[in-house]
């Protein structure tokens, strides 16, 4: 069985585990959104109608316009979102109030801006792109993007969990505690936009400079990202890694219908809904494509190969879990439950994994495959924003091609080093521990038990397929018992404790909240 990774006291790892959580509450939406966008932008496409004329129904298209234009909204205000997923993931409780004070502070940055913009005569009129400006929320600003928005979240959380519990003098009484926070935010968020009118101007320009500078390392800089990106993912870091890729310039800009749009995932998105696209953006190939290939295909031939190296007596009960892990990573791109079948146990396996993934990342530039997506690299973002926006625009075909080799690859080595080295990938292992068959209550009991009982819990919360808990004490923590309850593997980093479960651990999360708060 998997082994816990364990340190020391580490509370940069528990603070950066907390801060890349919390990234997951806005992202937590991109998906629906993304299929709304998808579905609706590419079937009210007129190229598509070209195409397929039996769609050219008028209820039929205004049905397709308005789920286009309902998932673009989303994607067009994603700075607001961060700014409140930000705060309200961080805030270890009353997070209503830190929400709506990094609203409150969003609005008021912006206004800010705006006004000193106006003051000294550089308000943009007609192209705001090209003068590093944009709308946010009806506001003529800055386009700081997500950035601005975590910068918000960041300040909002900060003060909020300074002055929640404030008392004023008695006269002032009313404006104390949880309403004395949304007050203290907007005044520093006119602070924060005297200095975002200063510093970035300055800061876009050193964003545009190291956007360049990857740009220059050509395909060993996408190998490089790639392999970084995989090797963060056992520590949930990951998300802290690709958003600033994905969501800022550093992933590239774009001018599209007169807008500047930074970040590969916003530019492609916006060009999604812009009926003049004809090729993707290139970022596309860099930071996103690759993921198809490796979690489609080459995962699923490591699957096989464990399956194939399992003990005849053991065969069946694995085919059930490595069936359902390569099928999670197939359609939705989630991949936890199988790298964390073999991380621990076989550490050289996932290094080997990471090679695999940048050399994936990097053949996904060279052929310019531009296949976009919301969440992960699965079969459904696939069909949406590959094989649905033509092989002109996306290349899509190219992915079954390099996949079915990269099946293979997987299959071979990881087949051979198993054998090899004798690894004890599942079905391998000495002995069996017992798993609990419990739900609800019961599960969430035994979960708590092994982190330490309650009164050793500090906060819980949980990404897309690990529960993310901070303790007073690591060392409480029983991780026999935790996987006991289904846990594919756990993380002890100090106080800092992530125990993956899968994608239902929303599920799980929910029943330990109502667990402690009974």
């Known amino acids: 069985m998997s082994q816990p990774e364990k340190t020391g006291s580490n509370p940069f790892f528990e603070k950066a585990q907390r801060f890349g959580k919390s990234f997951m509450l806005p992202i937590a939406v991109l998906p629906a959104a993304g299929l709304l966008l998808g579905i609706g932008g590419s079937l009210s496409n007129p190229n598509t109608l070209v195409a397929y004329p ?36 961080l805030a270890r409780s009353d997070k209503g109030t830190a929400g709506l004070s990094a609203l409150l502070a969003y609005l008021v940055m912006n206004a800010s801006i705006s006004t000193l913009l106006k003051l000294s005569d550089t308000l943009a009129s007609g192209n705001l792109g090209a003068s590093g400006q944009g709308m946010a929320l009806g506001i003529q600003t800055l386009e700081t993007g997500v950035f601005g928005g ?15 519990k404030v008392q004023l003098p008695q006269f002032l009484g009313f404006f104390g505690g949880s309403r004395f926070v949304p007050i203290v935010c907007s005044l520093a968020a006119i602070v924060l936009g005297c200095l975002m009118y200063v510093v970035w101007p300055h800061f876009q320009q050193l964003i545009f400079g190291m956007g360049g500078l990857v740009d220059a390392t050509g395909y060993l800089g996408t190998f490089i990202y790639g392999f970084v990106l995989r090797m963060l993912g056992p520590f949930g870091l990951h998300h802290i890694f690709y958003l600033p890729f ?59 190969a464990m399956y194939h190296c399992a003990r005849p007596e053991n065969k069946k009960r694995v085919a059930g ?65 590959g094989v649905l926006q033509g092989q002109a625009k996306t290349h899509w075909m190219l992915v079954p091609l390099v996949g079915v080799p990269w099946f293979c690859l997987y299959y071979f080595s990881f087949r051979f080093l198993i054998q090899r080295f004798k690894f004890k990938t599942p079905g391998r292992e000495d002995q069996q521990e017992e ?30 397929t690990r529960l993310r808990v901070s303790v007073h004490r690591g060392d409480a923590v029983k991780e026999a018992l935790l996987k006991q309850t289904g846990a594919l593997a756990v993380i002890t980093k100090g106080n800092g404790i992530q125990v993956i479960y899968g994608p239902h651990v929303t599920i799980i999360k929910n029943e330990i909240e109502e667990l402690l708060g009974a």
């Open 435 to 464: 798993i609990r068959e419990t739900v609800g209550v019961d599960r969430a009991k035994a979960i708590v038990e092994g982190l330490g009982g309650a009164v050793n819990i500090k906060d819980v919360d949980c990404c897309a």
């Open 150 to 164: 975590v910068v918000v979240g960041l300040m909002s959380y900060w003060l909020h969990s300074r002055y929640n």
């Open 54 to 89: 039996f769609l050219d129904v008028p209820w039929l298209q205004g049905l397709f316009m308005l789920m286009a234009d309902a998932g673009a909204i989303v994607f067009a205000n994603l700075a607001v979102l961060f700014a409140l997923g930000v705060a309200v993931g």
């Open 321 to 385: 879990l490595l069936i359902s892990a390569a099928l999670t990573s197939f359609l939705t791109g989630i991949t936890e439950p199988i790298e964390f079948s073999f991380l621990f146990i076989a550490p050289p396996l996932y290094l080997l994994h990471a090679v695999f993934d940048g050399l994936a990342f990097m053949l996904a530039h060279m052929l310019n495959i531009t296949i976009g997506q919301t969440f992960s690299g699965g079969f459904i973002d696939f069909m949406l924003f």
């Open 246 to 304: 994905w969501t800022t310039a550093l992933g590239g800009s774009a001018l599209i219908d007169g807008h500047l749009v930074e970040g590969t995932q916003r530019i492609f998105f916006a060009q999604l809904a812009d009926p003049a696209t004809v090729q993707f953006y290139e970022g596309t190939a860099r930071f996103m494509s690759g993921r198809f290939i490796t979690m489609m295909f080459g995962l699923l031939g490591a699957c096989l």
